[in-house]
């Protein structure tokens, strides 16, 4: 597992799948929810390159990181848990979806299934897709087609011209709005509406935020604070023209930087990220243009191609337990910053067979725990299980030997 990595479509649909199975091994992908919407919406694309808009789909499904890594709750949920007094980490902890806590011989597990998109992203690798994605997809892109930045534009600049020379300056002036959104009950219900907080959720945040002193949203819920700054800072770059209100799609591209406090690295091939997550990134992380990452997948690939057959067939985990010893000017000196322990050869043990069986019966055990309603703190917990449901074969490499058992 390497540095926890944000990526977006464009990233990935740049690669190839072989590139893909390296960049799922060496790093640890987080997966935004947009990803997920962004690739059903293609079902409703028209087919070019005599492919279908099926085909389209599987293709990026294959490549989807399926051995490490995982979906990130919806920004809006995690914005509305803050409201509520949920802490949300903002320091490279990913949120992973689908966790529940169990209690397993005293102690307590968070078990973490398989996600329902893993499960959507196998299906569609197979051409197989439900009726309801396909109105899902029309819904999705009728709705990217209705999108207008134009008014957004002409709305801001009409009311005190808040025009910016550079990006710089409307993240400041971004900050600056945002500060000021806890001053009156007025300003508080602006920012739930920009966040889309409605009902119940609606009544309990604005009694909390009153009951607590009418505390600033930096102390009340800094993640909210994050997300209304990259609102505000959106609206104020249209508004400038620092991003073009031309195009809607810039609307949707804006939302993977709501991400952006949960992994070490943003990867993109998307020039509207490459200018703007900058404005947002803490010092410790960094934004990666997706084409140099992906020289480096394929100099990876390339390396290990060139091994005996027989050595290949053991699996990738068997002969690439760390960075090969080659020339890869983007990718090792972010191990070297992020996880510099993984440049180092691990060290080889077998199990014993009866404790390789012990393990396997306690980890099943955890799975079929019940759930409690005690959710906790990945730091105050006992133990941490993963599920993962992996592809034996993908592209040109094989992932699970054969040696290994379904379910062992």
């Given amino acids: 597992m390497g540095p926890i990595t944000l990526f977006d479509k464009s990233f990935l649909q740049g690669l190839s799948v072989d590139e893909a199975v390296w960049f799922d091994h060496f790093f640890y992908p987080v997966i935004a929810p947009l990803f997920y919407i962004e690739t059903l919406a293609d079902l409703q694309k028209l087919a070019k390159g005599g492919r279908t808009a099926e085909q389209v789909v599987a293709t990026i499904a294959a490549k989807t990181p399926q051995m490490s890594g995982g979906p990130v709750y919806f920004h809006q949920y995690l914005a509305q848990g803050a409201l509520l007094g949920y802490a949300v980490p903002m320091d490279g902890r990913i949120p992973i979806a689908y966790g529940r806590t169990v209690s397993h011989n005293g102690k307590k597990a968070t078990y973490i299934d398989q996600p329902p998109e893993y499960v959507a992203f196998q299906r569609w690798q197979q051409g197989r897709f439900e009726h309801v994605e396909y109105r899902y997809a029309k819904a999705w892109r009728d709705y990217l087609a209705q999108i207008d930045l134009g008014p957004l534009r002409g709305a801001i600049q009409a009311n005190g011209g808040v025009r910016c020379r550079d990006l710089g300056e409307a993240k400041?002036?971004?900050?600056?709005?945002?500060?000021?959104?806890?001053?009156?009950?007025?300003?508080?219900?602006?920012?739930?509406?920009?966040?889309?907080?409605?009902?119940?959720?609606?009544?309990?945040?604005?009694?909390?935020?009153?009951?607590?002193?009418?505390?600033?949203?930096?102390?009340?819920?800094?993640?909210?604070?994050?997300?209304?700054?990259?609102?505000?800072?959106?609206?104020?770059?249209?508004?400038?023209?620092?991003?073009?209100?031309?195009?809607?799609?810039?609307?949707?591209?804006?939302?993977?930087?709501?991400?952006?406090?949960?992994?070490?690295?943003?990867?993109?091939?998307?020039?509207?990220?490459?200018?703007?997550?900058?404005?947002?990134?803490?010092?410790?992380?960094?934004?990666?243009?997706?084409?140099?990452?992906?020289?480096?997948?394929?100099?990876?690939?390339?390396?290990?191609?060139?091994?005996?057959?027989?050595?290949?067939?053991?699996?990738?985990?068997?002969?690439?337990?760390?960075?090969?010893?080659?020339?890869?000017?983007?990718?090792?000196?972010?191990?070297?910053?992020?996880?510099?322990?993984?440049?180092?050869?691990?060290?080889?043990?077998?199990?014993?067979?009866?404790?390789?069986?012990?393990?396997?019966?306690?980890?099943?055990?955890?799975?079929?725990?019940?759930?409690?309603?005690?959710?906790?703190?990945?730091?105050?917990?006992?133990?941490?299980?993963?599920?993962?449901?992996?592809?034996?074969?993908?592209?040109?490499?094989?992932?699970?030997?054969?040696?290994?058992?379904?379910?062992?």
């Fill in 172 to 408: 400041a002036r971004a900050v600056a709005v945002v500060n000021t959104l806890h001053k009156s009950s007025g300003r508080f219900n602006t920012a739930l509406d920009i966040l889309g907080i409605e009902g119940r959720a609606r009544e309990i945040a604005k009694d909390r935020w009153k009951h607590d002193g009418r505390p600033s949203f930096a102390r009340f819920a800094p993640y909210v604070t994050y997300v209304l700054t990259v609102e505000v800072f959106f609206h104020i770059a249209v508004a400038s023209d620092l991003i073009a209100s031309t195009r809607p799609s810039h609307r949707i591209d804006i939302g993977y930087l709501h991400y952006l406090p949960f992994c070490h690295i943003f990867v993109s091939t998307d020039k509207l990220h490459r200018n703007c997550a900058p404005q947002f990134l803490r010092e410790n992380q960094r934004f990666v243009w997706g084409q140099d990452l992906k020289t480096d997948l394929a100099a990876i690939n390339a390396h290990y191609t060139a091994l005996d057959e027989s050595e290949r067939a053991r699996g990738i985990y068997r002969f690439a337990n760390r960075l090969p010893e080659i020339n890869l000017p983007t990718i090792r000196p972010l191990f070297e910053q992020f996880t510099p322990s993984l440049l180092r050869a691990p060290e080889h043990t077998s199990l014993p067979t009866d404790l390789h069986s012990r393990h396997i019966a306690e980890l099943e055990a955890i799975r079929t725990a019940p759930s409690i309603s005690d959710p906790q703190p990945l730091e105050d917990l006992d133990q941490l299980v993963i599920e993962r449901r992996l592809d034996r074969q993908r592209g040109s490499w094989t992932v699970v030997p054969p040696e290994v058992t379904d379910g062992g």
